[in-house]
């Protein structure tokens, strides 16, 4: 068992003569919110270095990948980042799409502005939430948990599911929107506001919050950039990147908003930006309802497209759609292609490789916090303990995120 | 800046490293030798602006004769374009520079290339596994581990896709 990695536990010989203290914060410490480690070098309360160890629930879903029908992988993106589901299932079926060369109407476009926004709101309501449980503030933890609750009524209501979503199909929707769903949403969204701006009076001007998040955890535009910084953390740091505006994907262009940006890069600026992200996306779902166009809820792709159910019974070529769907035998065009989205915590990307076979001949997941968390040391040294708790949660690192 | 123009450049200034370029995707996708991977992408990054390494993975063609490949994604903020570079070279020298000196970011992503594919990157800090266990002995994306059982008798492979 030599070999397990005991080099970087132990203190090493050139640090025996210093006052140094290891501390291992994880691999199941309540404050790492999920299953990674943190080994850190101390000096007292300062942090002198950190190493993080990643890879605890590394589930290969890249390999697993090769040998699945395209629609199969779509509930192996609901793994990844699991407080926002709908944002991957979306974002694959996209990739599928743009392979398939399948362009969506404007109902299925703003149906998914609809549940994406949701899935980042959710999203954003639990990372800044537990920032303030890890400052220290419980009681708005609390608040918007309910309000978590009711957009997993909605995904619930949606598509049956609530954490693991496996949202959508390729080419649209696998039902419509039924007026339940839409009461549901219109309820949620007239009540949020109050929600929101109740957990803001808690926290955005609280002296104690400001005093433990300002300069905490901070990156400069530079460094992040050079990080491959993506999502509401670039943002903090003051570059205005946001994949929806910069290539928008599912019609973002007709909409009108606004990316909120920091000066800083500090988890204070982290939060506030996630804030006005909630903001934004309340902003988008109240205009992608208003304008929710007539029409089907899916494409005519049936290759990929399951036929309804009445038809496999009743029509012969629905039957057989149905069957080879099913069975995974539809072939997929030779192709590569890269398409990403603005998930919860920065550019989502999915790198699709075809032979022209019945799975993809390679696939590869861009997962920002993966890519992003790699700066942790570079943001924690030489800061306290408790602040590097703080930035840990201010990044939302998200466990399945971070080792597909 | 156009793609046409990107291209010129980069046949102008590398004309010998350049293998191929490719306008049939979704992006602008170049080959280079592996020998010019660095000089390459630092160009792109000092001087055309590609400043944000969006993706590095790594790719197994076992048919090809250089079969192990990396393939970047690069992006340049400013004029919106993205840029795919691949290089290739062979299972039996699997060696390519490391990017980490231009981008931070291509630490861990370099390290999740070698743990599944086994590229060694040279000049690289801490090549070491990251996602799997130290002791595993494979590199589990190359396309000879399958990831079935591969002693099955009761399934047939052709009704499978693969």
């Known amino acids: ?68 029908a395209f629609y199969q992988i779509t509930t192996l993106t609901d793994r990844l980042n699991y407080c926002s589901s709908p944002i991957n299932n979306i974002g694959w079926q996209m990739t599928v799409e743009k392979l398939l060369g399948v362009e969506t109407s404007k109902r299925i476009d703003y149906m998914r502005i609809i549940i994406m926004e949701l899935a980042r709101i959710s999203d954003h309501l639990i990372c800044n939430s537990v920032i303030g449980v890890d400052s220290g503030a419980l009681t708005g933890f609390v608040y918007v948990f309910q309000e978590r609750e009711k957009i997993y009524e909605i995904y619930e209501e949606i598509c049956g599911a609530r954490l693991t979503t496996n949202l959508g199909r390729i080419g649209g929707f696998e039902r419509d929107f039924t007026p339940a769903v839409i009461h549901k949403i219109k309820e949620f969204i007239a009540h949020l506001p109050k929600v929101i701006k109740q957990f803001e009076d808690l926290l955005l001007r609280n002296r104690i919050f400001m005093d433990r998040t300002i300069n905490v955890g901070g990156i400069t535009a530079d460094r992040a950039l050079n990080y491959g910084f993506t999502g509401p953390c670039l943002r903090a740091a003051g570059v205005d990147y946001d994949v929806r505006v910069m290539k928008p994907y599912s019609s973002y262009g007709d909409f009108d908003f606004t990316i909120p940006v920091g000066t800083q890069g500090d988890t204070y600026d982290r939060f506030c930006v996630r804030q006005e992200e909630i903001w934004q996306s309340i902003k988008l779902i109240n205009n992608a309802l208003e304008n929710l166009p007539e029409g089907s809820f899916h494409m005519e792709v049936p290759e990929f497209y399951l036929p309804a159910k009445e038809e496999v019974y009743s029509k012969m070529e629905s039957l057989i759609w149905h069957f080879k769907i099913v069975m995974g035998e539809m072939d997929v065009p030779v192709g590569e292609v890269y398409h990403s989205v603005e998930g919860g915590n920065g550019e989502l990307g999915f790198y699709l490789v075809s032979d022209g076979g019945r799975t993809p001949f390679r696939l590869h997941f861009r997962r920002p916090c993966f890519i992003y968390y790699q700066a942790f040391p570079e943001m924690v040294k030489g800061s306290f303990l408790s602040d590097a708790i703080l930035t840990m949660s201010s990044m939302n690192v998200i466990a399945g995120e971070l080792d597909a | 800046m156009e793609q046409p123009m990107i291209q010129n450049i980069l046949l102008d200034k590398f004309q010998h490293e350049v293998i191929n370029i490719d306008e049939s995707s979704d992006m602008l996708t170049v080959t280079v030798r592996k020998q010019a991977i660095v000089e390459v992408i630092g160009f792109l990054k000092e001087e055309l602006g590609y400043l944000f390494l969006t993706d590095l993975c790594g790719i197994h063609y076992p048919d090809q004769e250089l079969a192990l490949g990396v393939v970047y994604h690069l992006h340049n903020f400013q004029t919106n374009t993205r840029i795919r570079v691949k290089t290739f070279t062979s299972v039996a020298t699997p060696e390519i520079s490391t990017l980490t000196d231009l981008f931070s970011a291509a630490n861990w992503m370099e390290r999740e290339t070698y743990d599944f594919f086994g590229i060694i990157f040279t000049g690289h800090p801490n090549l070491i596994r990251i996602l799997n266990v130290e002791y595993l002995d494979y590199f589990p994306l190359r396309k000879e581990y399958p990831l079935e059982d591969q002693t099955r008798t009761d399934k047939d492979n052709r009704f499978f896709g693969r």
């Open chain 1, 1 to 68: 068992m030599e070999h397990l990695g005991k080099e970087h536990i132990l203190i090493r010989p050139e640090d025996y003569d210093k006052n140094f203290s290891t501390l291992n914060l994880g691999p199941t410490h309540p404050a790492t919110h999920g299953i990674f480690q943190n080994i850190l070098t101390m000096n007292g309360e300062t942090i002198i270095d950190a190493e993080q160890t990643v890879g605890y629930i590394h589930r290969a879903f890249e390999k697993l990948a090769e040998r699945r």
